[in-house]
């Protein structure tokens, strides 16, 4: 029992980590895109600072609920389809069969031993059922999301990555702020990309190193952006 519930937890996490990559990526991106565009347009620190929280969390809410939406959509649709296939099994038991059957020649069984395996599925609907939804439509049974979950994942992941680029304008000056906030944010991007390959197994280096490019080039644009604006009024 104890050992069931540790692989639940392990899956659990392998379901959440989606959304922390995803958040900690955004939080970091796009905060850091965001204040690099104001500091451009020659803002005032306190300025910045207001305009900020209400962008972190602005941004944070609008990524929990549509990871929420789009979960608890995924969901719905699945349990469509499984309540679907349910309804062909009662209804259409023979048609069924010969989908079990086909399923299972191509996988090589043939002769009695196919017939006994299909005769066994056959046998027990919920058990013919999950083979169904995982054979055909890919869905493995109890593997799906919690929206609610996800949502607080997303969203909280967002709100703690985001203030590594904005903590700066808190404590400096605009033009110190927005240096440390480059340096912070890359340095996070790094760190992402790097642990985010525990799962990939792809290079650390190379999966870091692309991270840290996109924030780059997402601070540079904004800023630039920012200064274009603003040098028009």
């Not at 939080?27 to 207001?50: D, E, M, N, Q």
């Not at 967002?158 to 340096?183: D, Q």
Request: glycine letters at 8%; hydrophobic letters at 45%; proline letters at 2%.
């Amino acid at each position: 029992m104890k050992k069931k519930r540790g692989h639940e937890r392990e899956h659990e996490k392998g379901k959440s980590i989606r959304h922390i990559i995803f958040g900690a990526e955004d939080g970091l991106i796009s905060t850091l895109g965001f204040l690099s565009g104001v500091t451009g347009a020659h803002l005032s620190t306190l300025t910045i600072a207001i305009v900020g929280i209400a962008e972190i969390f602005a941004a944070a809410l609008s990524m929990g609920i549509g990871t929420y939406l789009s979960s608890k959509s995924q969901t719905e649709v699945l349990q469509r389809n499984i309540d679907v296939e349910k309804s062909h099994l009662e209804r259409s038991p023979v048609r069924e069969r010969k989908e079990l059957e086909e399923m299972y020649k191509k996988k090589g069984f043939k002769g009695k031993e196919l017939e006994k395996i299909v005769n066994k599925l056959m046998s027990n609907k919920k058990i013919a059922l999950n083979e169904m939804m995982t054979s055909e439509l890919g869905i493995i049974p109890g593997k799906g999301e919690n929206p609610i979950r996800s949502a607080f994942v997303m969203f909280g992941t967002f709100m703690i990555l985001a203030m590594i680029p904005f903590t700066p304008y808190l404590l400096f000056s605009r033009e110190k702020a927005i240096a440390i906030s480059v340096i912070a944010t890359v340095s996070a991007l790094f760190c992402v990309g790097a642990l985010k390959t525990r799962l990939t197994r792809k290079n650390w280096f190379t999966s870091g190193l692309e991270m840290l490019i996109f924030g780059v080039c997402a601070a540079f644009v904004t800023y630039y952006i920012g200064q274009f604006i603003s040098s028009l009024y």
